[in-house]
């Protein structure tokens, strides 16, 4: 299998000889779960490519407490191309273990030159990376009920994890309350507090860590509501 051609969205119409010089560069890495493939401030001279596994990007407050921005899966980029690396603003926790590939930056610089698909579809993914920030941004806005911040995260990790359940679509990840908590910025105790009524509702169904969503629609439609 072409990993690169057939994995990932960047290099889709990108010169066939361009693409198979860049899959010779790859370089095999195992990850362990609960560990950290980066930590904020390292300066990174390759860029990461998911083929399995799941990963979190994370913020880490002056508490000592983390933020999650972004979890990745399977087809997905972790850290940004860059063609003059700087100390990186997050950290990336291994949520499950799995395989990446490194990629030199210098490598995909120079491709990028060669091949001006390569580039754009580069800045498509720099803008899908900043609308998914600006929804963020819109949820963690203290405009929008606690309550409803929960039900639309976990209404997103039902489409991007989608698992078969009896009871409907299961989420393909451990969530402790603890992890829902960094996933929404919220204190633990809050999240726990909060997410009461959809469970009482019938809403979202929890047991073991494991979140199933028994009608994606109407959980849709509760935190969509303007009540």
Request: charged share 30%; proline share 5%.
């Given at each position: 299998m072409?990993?690169?051609?057939?994995r990932l969205n960047i290099f889709q119409g990108v010169d066939r000889e361009i693409v198979h010089a860049l899959t010779n560069k790859l370089i095999k890495v195992n990850t362990e779960a609960n560990s950290l493939l980066f930590r904020e401030g390292d300066i990174l001279n390759s860029i990461y490519l998911v083929d399995s596994g799941?990963?979190?990007?994370?913020?880490?407050?002056?508490?000592?407490?983390?933020?999650?921005i972004f979890t990745l899966g399977p087809g997905e980029i972790i850290n940004y191309p860059e063609p003059h690396p700087g100390p990186i603003s997050v950290s990336c926790n291994v949520i499950r273990a799995g395989i990446v590939y490194k990629l030199e930056q210098k490598a995909l610089s120079h491709a990028m030159v060669k091949d001006p698909i390569l580039a754009l579809n580069i800045i498509d993914l720099y803008n899908l990376r900043m609308r998914r920030l600006?929804?963020?941004?819109?949820n963690s806005s203290?405009?929008?009920?606690?309550?409803?911040?929960?039900?639309?995260?976990?209404?997103?990790?039902?489409?991007?994890?989608?698992?078969?359940?009896?009871e409907g679509v299961a989420i393909d990840m451990k969530i402790t309350m603890t992890f829902l908590a960094e996933l929404i910025g919220?204190?633990?105790?809050?999240?726990s507090r909060s997410i009461k009524p959809l469970l009482e509702s019938g809403l979202v169904i929890y047991d073991k860590a494991c979140f199933v969503i028994p009608d994606r629609k109407r959980l849709e439609n509760y935190f969509k509501s303007g009540d």
């Open positions: 072409d990993f690169l051609s057939e799941q990963y979190s990007l994370y913020k880490l407050a002056s508490s000592g407490d983390h933020r999650v600006y929804r963020q941004l819109k203290g405009f929008v009920r606690l309550d409803k911040r929960i039900a639309a995260k976990l209404w997103k990790l039902s489409k991007d994890y989608p698992a078969p359940h009896p919220a204190s633990r105790e809050s999240v």
